[in-house]
């Protein structure tokens, strides 16, 4: 498959669930409890999968200029966690974060943001495609996953790796966000863990102080507010066994090309 024949199927999936999106004014959450749009979902992952097996999984995805940057970048789902925890380590200048990296690993790491900022980085601009029907272009620097997971040493049973958040999803607080990458992707050249974002440091709407960016999927895979890496062999211990809170509700797990 050509190039610019992958960038119009992402564009298409974006706005095709987008247009189903902008059919409730409730957006992601409301249609995650219909009767339909998760098998509307379920049926493209198939699709998904055998198109990243014909192009292969170390494609890359379309880099733009800094003349193609959006004026601004909107803040897709949680705008601010609401735990008391978040606000200490904000009003701290997140100087008490800590990234942990655990699960199958030989080593266990805990990074703090300066650490975090002194591993090997990526600058890149690249377009975020959200199933709520929007798009916008971004400049992310951000530590390589690739770098962490090198030092972690993963041990050979590893297969995914959990993304941890510090926004929690439900009322009473529970419930925190989560998603998950295999480790093909992983180590993929863009998958980074972004500190700034259009040469600044990441503006709490956008998941301060560090998000996922795995550049060839959909922007829920985009986890923000990162708090912990956990290397698993499979989903069977995560809350819905489906490795992500959306796809819990029904969401494809493979939300990419």
Known sequence: ??????????????????????????????????????????????????????????AMAQEFTPADLSPSFRSNGTAMPDTDAYRALLAAGFDQWRLVVDGL?????????????????????????????????????????????AQAAPKPNARYVVVHCADPMEEDGTGLYYESIDLDDANHEQTILAYDLNDAPLPVANGAPARLRVERQLGYKHAKYVMRLELVESFAALRGGRGGYWEDQGYQWYAGI
């Open 1 to 58: 498959m050509k190039l610019g024949d992958r960038r119009k199927r992402r564009r298409f999936l974006a706005r095709a669930f987008g247009a189903l999106a902008a059919a409730s004014l409730a957006g992601c959450q409301k249609l995650s409890t219909s009767s339909w749009f998760p098998k509307v979902l379920d049926s493209a992952e198939p699709l998904n999968e055998a198109m990243a097996k014909l192009v292969g999984r170390r």
């Open 105 to 149: 690993v030989a080593k266990p790491l805990s990074y703090s943001l300066d650490e975090l900022r002194a591993l090997p980085s990526r600058t890149q601009i690249t377009r975020h495609d959200c199933v709520e029907g929007w798009s916008a272009i971004g400049k992310w620097r951000g530590a390589r996953l690739s770098a962490i997971l």
